[in-house]
């Protein structure tokens, strides 16, 4: 099972929005509304952020929110803050009953 | 509250084995979807294995073969047992929770780092 593709990096400005894209295949993201997103700073475990393609967990600011058309998942960060700089990673179940991650987008608030 | 800790990483010889626990707190860990997940230094998250709360096991390619996902219920705790360890097996390794019917992980340890080398 390949990584999901994310880009690297993104950037943008405090209060600014951005977006982040994975990018799977019809085994994968294509194949179910199981995609969930997960935030991880450095040294820490990661949180997750969204799941189910576009729910959020308690606690987490509506500022976050996800979607998908066909095999391509996206993360949205509106009103960009400081401490939404981290590391930012999508994942998805899959055909084999298995999960597989993409590769990582950091964020950097400029 | 839910609460996992992971133990049993260290520094083990390259060829060699080592078991991870996953100690669960606040939840049956038998009733879960419970998943290892590892992350190599500087890099990004691997999906490792799973054990359904049904008892059925999976493991990412990387591993196949020369591990094994357990569960102990009277201890609520998690397992991975790695063998013929190489460098490639660096990481750090996080226990991770799915509710059962549910396929993204809400809960996550704090992780235990495992480095292979000589």
């Known amino acids: 099972q390949s990584a999901l593709t994310q880009p690297a990096s993104v950037s943008g400005s405090p209060g600014q929005s951005i977006t982040i894209s994975c990018t799977g295949t019809?085994?994968?993201?294509?194949?179910?509304?199981?995609v969930s997103w997960y935030q991880q700073h450095p040294g820490k475990a990661p949180k997750l952020m969204i799941y189910?393609?576009?729910n959020r967990p308690s606690g987490v600011s509506n500022r976050f929110s996800g979607s998908k058309s066909d095999s391509t998942a996206s993360l949205t960060i509106s009103g960009l803050q400081a401490e939404d700089e981290a590391d930012y990673y999508c994942?998805?179940?899959?055909?084999?009953?298995?999960?597989?991650f993409g590769g990582g987008t950091k964020l950097t608030v400029l | 509250e839910v609460q996992l800790v992971e133990s049993g990483g260290g520094l083990i010889q390259p060829g060699g084995s080592l078991r991870l626990s996953c100690a669960a707190s606040?939840?049956?860990?038998?009733?879960?979807?419970m998943s290892w997940v590892r992350q190599a230094p500087a890099k990004g998250l691997e999906w490792v294995s799973v054990?359904?709360?049904?008892?059925?096991?999976y493991y990412a390619g990387s591993v196949r073969g020369r591990s094994t996902i357990s569960r102990d219920d009277s201890k609520n705790t998690l397992y991975l047992q790695l063998n013929s360890l190489g460098a490639e097996d660096t990481a750090v390794y996080y226990c991770?929770?799915?509710?059962?019917?549910?396929?993204?992980?809400?809960?996550w340890g704090q992780g235990t780092l495992v480095t292979v080398s000589s």
């Open positions: 019809s085994s994968d993201v294509g194949a179910y509304n199981f």
């Open positions: 189910d393609v576009s």
């Open positions: 994942n998805s179940y899959t055909s084999t009953s298995t999960w597989v």
């Open positions: 991770a929770r799915a509710v059962t019917g549910t396929f993204y992980f809400d809960s």
């Open positions: 054990i359904y709360s049904g008892g059925g096991t």
């Open positions: 606040g939840f049956t860990v038998s009733s879960n979807y």
